[in-house]
Nanobody
Framework: QVQLVESGGGLVQAGGSLRLSCAVS????MGWFRQAPGKEREAVAA????????TYADSVKGRFTISRDYANKMVYLQMGSLKPEDTAVYYC?????????????????WGQGTQVTVSS
């Protein structure tokens, strides 16, 4: 089994910043996803085995940054210029791939999720 643990969620005002962290188990493609009430889970960002291989959803480009730290087995999602529509439960996940992917079906192992709430 793969164990993933997210942290860093919370309540923030619109325009603010927040950093999410995910403790990972090994060398995998990693993705951040989010799910709002009544909506399907959607990809936010992904990072490949090479740290400069990154992809983002159009809705967060220029505002969010995904990164990883192999030495500490951590993946991060730095979120800035937050908007109320960013409110969701955020999940990190692992995929057996080499390049970053935003295809949710390619991710097999998921964390428990962390709540991000952005107020007006």
């Amino acid at each position: 089994q793969v164990q993933l643990v997210e942290s860093g969620g919370g309540l923030v005002q619109a325009g603010g910043s927040l950093r999410l962290s995910c403790a990972v188990s090994g060398r995998y493609v990693m993705g951040w996803f989010r799910q709002a009430p009544g909506k399907e889970r959607e990809a936010v960002a992904a990072i490949g085995l090479q740290s400069d291989n990154r992809t983002y959803a159009d809705s967060v480009k220029g505002r969010f940054t995904i990164s990883r730290d192999y030495a500490n087995k951590m993946v991060y999602l730095q979120m800035g210029s937050l908007k109320p529509e960013d409110t969701a439960v955020y999940y990190c996940a692992e995929a057996r791939r080499y390049a970053a992917t935003v295809v949710v079906q390619e991710y097999a192992h998921w964390g428990q999720g962390t709540q991000v709430t952005v107020s007006s």
